[in-house]
């Protein structure tokens, strides 16, 4: 099955710098990979994602990069601010199904990001 | 829309007790996942349900048992509840359809303490 592998477990940046995150797959079979924040207690949620036809992705702070040949993908945050702390996880699946398919995402080990003022 | 809901929020049990934790989404989604989360190991799969009437395994599915009672609910039970399975158990949401890509919602997760 596929094996996620995410660096590093922590990460601290001063505010206004940037913050790299990397992960690497397994599976060349693994072709969607979507980033999920976590807040202290709360649920993950969604950030962004990419799909294995795309090389780089971009929504306004946040980025992220994928190099199908290496088997990795990177989330990028720039300007970060105090409420960019977290625990950001990303994934990869095999198998996005397009009807009936379990969509089963495997997650690397998370990084805890603190931005520091 | 409530979204995916989790009953309990929190649950301690003795060494041996069995439980059910409920999920349940209201957005019409196929897919329904329960994972749990554990210090520095990320989310675990531990039982999914493609569609209704059907589960599958996940990665560490042992001493855990899934029902899915309709499209909308997906329950997990722990027969004999042990202090490994000590965890945050979070369920997930997924519509499929034409869109191989779409979106995992998750729970407010369920916090499991075993004595």
């Known amino acids: 099955g596929e094996n996620v592998e995410q660096h590093p477990s922590t990460l601290s940046v001063q505010e206004g710098d940037s913050a790299v995150i990397k992960c690497t797959y397994s599976?060349?079979?693994?072709?969607?990979f979507p980033w999920y924040k976590q807040e202290l207690g709360k649920r993950p949620q969604l950030i962004i994602d990419?799909?294995?036809?795309?090389g780089e992705k971009k929504d306004q702070r946040i980025a992220v990069t994928l190099n199908k040949t290496a088997k990795h993908f990177s989330l990028h945050i720039t300007e970060t601010q105090p409420e960019d702390s977290a625990v950001y996880f990303c994934a990869a699946t095999p198998f996005p199904q397009e009807k009936g398919g379990g969509n089963k995402l495997t997650f690397g080990t998370g990084t805890q990001l603190k931005v520091e003022l | 829309n409530a979204g995916v809901t989790q009953t309990p929020k929190f649950q301690v049990l003795k060494t041996g007790q069995s439980m059910t934790l409920q999920c349940a989404q209201d957005?019409?989604?196929?897919?329904m996942y329960w994972y749990r989360q554990d210090p520095g190991m990320g989310l675990r799969l531990i039982y999914y349900s493609a569609s209704e009437g059907t589960t599958d395994k996940g990665e560490v599915p042992n001493g855990y048992n899934v029902s899915r009672l309709n499209k909308r609910e997906f329950s997990l039970r722990l027969e004999s509840a042990a202090p490994s399975q000590t965890s945050v158990y979070f369920c997930a949401s997924r519509r499929t359809g034409f869109n191989p890509y779409n979106e995992q919602f998750f729970g407010p997760g369920t916090r499991l303490t075993v004595l």
């Open positions: 599976d060349s079979a693994s072709n969607y």
């Open positions: 957005m019409n989604h196929n897919s």
């Open positions: 990419i799909r294995s036809n795309v």
